[in-house]
């Protein structure tokens, strides 16, 4: 595709639910992230995939987020047992790269999580 | 702590008109800063990069600048126009090479009134 696309691009959900979003990066692309923005704040940093490397997980923050990364292509974000909290939109981004001065990162037009 | 300020929080100006954004950064080790585009709901879009090297860069309308020294960054629109309405957004990216960490700030929402 021409971008990074994201789906659902809304999501309503139960407390204690669990939700599974999805981000199809631009083709090419070995390096993928996940954000977090909540409203009226920037944006929070939550985990990166390189190729095969393993992924750098430092910014999740707790065991009730995981994702997950087929190869270089899709990767899905999963929220267990959802809190009120978790409400805000995720954002993800691919790269060419993941290092370089220059990494320009694309992003996708996120999903909005709201937690009832 | 890594941290990106930005000031103002919203503003609203007239069309036609000229504005500055500012953004103070305790980012280290500094690797770059980028100035973001976010308009309402979509995703951010890059709209400069620069290194501590360089001192301004621009992009059509939109004019970076950078003062390594101060920390301080500021982003010019000259001649505004109402698709500028958005976030716009100062972002440092910390590291010294390989895969670099943004710290991103909360964004000035600038809205342009005809």
């Known amino acids: 595709g021409a971008g990074v696309s994201q789906s659902p691009s809304n999501k309503v959900t139960e407390k204690g639910k669990d939700v599974e979003l999805r981000c199809d990066p631009i083709?090419?692309?070995?390096?993928l992230y996940w954000y977090r923005q909540r409203l009226g704040q920037g944006l929070e940093f939550l985990i990166y995939?390189?190729?095969?490397?393993?992924?750098?997980k430092s910014g999740l923050p707790s065991d009730r987020f995981s994702a997950e990364r087929t190869g270089e292509s899709v990767s899905t974000l999963t929220i267990q047992r959802t809190q009120q909290e978790d409400s805000a939109v995720y954002l993800c981004?691919?790269?060419?790269?993941?290092?370089?001065?220059?990494?320009?990162?694309?992003f996708g037009p996120g999903t909005r999580l709201t937690v009832l | 702590k890594n941290q990106v300020e930005q000031s103002p929080q919203s503003l609203i100006i007239l069309e036609g008109k000229n504005c500055t954004l500012q953004?103070?950064?305790?980012?280290?080790?500094?690797?770059?800063l980028r100035w973001y585009k976010q308009d309402t709901g979509r995703g951010p879009v890059s709209l400069t990069i620069?290194?501590?090297?360089?001192n301004t860069k621009s992009n059509g309308r939109y004019t970076a600048t950078l003062d390594a020294d101060t920390k301080q960054s500021s982003l010019h629109i000259t001649a505004s126009q109402l698709s500028d309405s958005a976030s716009y957004i100062c972002?440092?990216?910390?590291?010294?090479?390989?895969?670099?960490?943004?710290?991103f700030g909360a964004g000035t929402r600038l809205a342009v009134h005809p």
């Open positions: 981004a691919s790269s060419l790269v993941g290092g370089g001065l220059y990494n320009e990162q694309f």
């Open positions: 083709s090419g692309h070995t390096a």
């Open positions: 995939f390189q190729g095969n490397s393993a992924p750098d």
């Open positions: 953004c103070n950064y305790t980012v280290s080790p500094f690797s770059n």
């Open positions: 620069m290194t501590f090297s360089e």
């Open positions: 972002v440092v990216s910390a590291g010294s090479g390989g895969y670099n960490k943004l710290i």
